[in-house]
């Protein structure tokens, strides 16, 4: 028997995507869901929807802003429905809604939590590129969902969860990352989770480098914030299963490896093993006479150049592989940019609030979002 689905639309000010998103929602089989679109700081535009969709969604206006996580806690407890959808007003819904839900549904009856696969509005370089991050993320939910019915985090702009699932974790909590924190929540307490690769939510990614480096820094605070919150838990979870989150954090930071191996193997070892193979090779020809006879300077560059050429066929490989289990767009000159510049730029930013979170005690104001 199918479950009838309490949909929340949370906004702030405005979206562009709020009435495409509800034009879809309401199309077909209104008894199945209610749909609830709270908005903070309303704007004319987002006033005027309400007169669109009478009948078929129920507009909450806030005058002030009450920020993201309270306003859902509030408008769950007005709702009827066993089975909740969160949605973020900035995503697009490309597939049959219908279609959606049931499969939600069914997921549902022998799960508590329902993930749907997000990818990027591929609309511009920088949105291509972050399409590579999603592909991660993506990957990553789906490999806890199969090795262990769990997961650590979750992606907030489209997932379903049971009522009694979400009273007994407390609802959202007032911290940056919300679906990550309640992730964890339900980890923890082996809430079971599935993840639909059926379908998929279009996002829309920053618009500008500028934009998206505010994004990612505030990201990467409120991970540094879970990430000291939940240190004890997080080692235990990675002692007992180090086997699927050490893959894990390599689709996430794919140039990890690379990081690592650079940092931790001492120059001394690499260059005399290249310069000592370089002699031993020059005996056989006399091309690599000049070779044998450059710098120690020289024989590091060549080492850190060999290893990047290695890590970045072994994670385009990868990558390639992990795009056609989800279904995602691959591009390999795409996917160098990435390797090369996004993924150590998101990386360095994760360790930089780390350090500044340990180290000073760091905290932040919780605001609406980014």
């Known amino acids: ?90 995503v697009r819904i490309d597939s049959d809604v219908e279609g959606m839900l049931e499969t939600i549904n069914r997921e549902i009856r022998d799960a508590d939590i329902v993930e749907v696969k997000k990818d990027v509005i591929r609309d511009s370089f920088l949105a291509r590129i972050v399409s590579y991050d999603y592909l991660g993320f993506n990957f990553t939910n789906w490999f806890f969902a199969k090795k262990l019915n769990r997961c650590v985090g979750l992606n907030g702009a489209a997932f379903a969860i049971k009522r009694e699932t979400f009273e007994a974790l407390g609802g959202f909590r007032k911290v940056i990352m919300e679906d990550l924190d309640i992730g964890t929540r339900s980890f923890i307490k082996g809430v079971r989770y599935r993840f639909v690769n059926d379908f998929r939510v279009y996002t829309k990614a920053p618009s500008s480098w500028s934009d998206w480096f505010r994004q990612r820094k505030r990201w990467a605070l409120g991970s540094a914030l879970w990430f000291k919150e939940y240190f004890r838990e997080f080692m235990r979870i990675a002692k007992a299963h180090h086997g699927v989150l050490l893959p894990a954090l390599l689709f996430v930071f794919p140039c990890l490896p690379f990081f690592l191996v650079t940092i931790a193997m001492p120059d001394d070892f690499w260059v005399k093993a290249m310069y000592f193979s370089l002699l ?6 006399t091309l690599l006479l000049t070779p044998a006879a450059f710098t120690s300077t020289s024989l590091a560059f060549f080492r850190n150049l060999f290893l990047m050429m290695g890590s970045i066929g072994a994670c385009s490989s990868l990558f390639y592989l992990l795009s056609r289990k989800i279904g995602s767009a691959f591009n390999p000159l795409e996917f160098v940019f990435f390797y090369l510049l996004y993924s150590p730029l998101w990386l360095l930013l994760i360790i930089t609030n780390l350090s500044k979170v340990c180290l000073h005690q760091k905290t932040a104001s919780v605001d609406w979002k980014v």
């Open 1 to 90: 028997m199918s479950s009838r689905f309490s949909i929340f639309i949370p906004v702030y000010k405005e979206s562009e995507f709020l009435e495409p998103l509800l034009d879809k929602l309401v199309a077909n089989s209104p008894e199945k869901k209610e749909i609830i679109v709270v908005v903070d700081e309303p704007t004319d535009k987002s006033l005027s929807l309400a007169q669109k969709y009478t009948g078929n969604v129920r507009f909450i206006w806030n005058g002030e802003r009450r920020g993201k996580a309270n306003v859902l806690n509030e408008i769950v407890k007005q709702s009827s429905s066993d089975v909740l959808f969160f949605l973020d007003s900035d």
């Open 280 to 285: 031993f090779l020059s005996t056989q020809s």
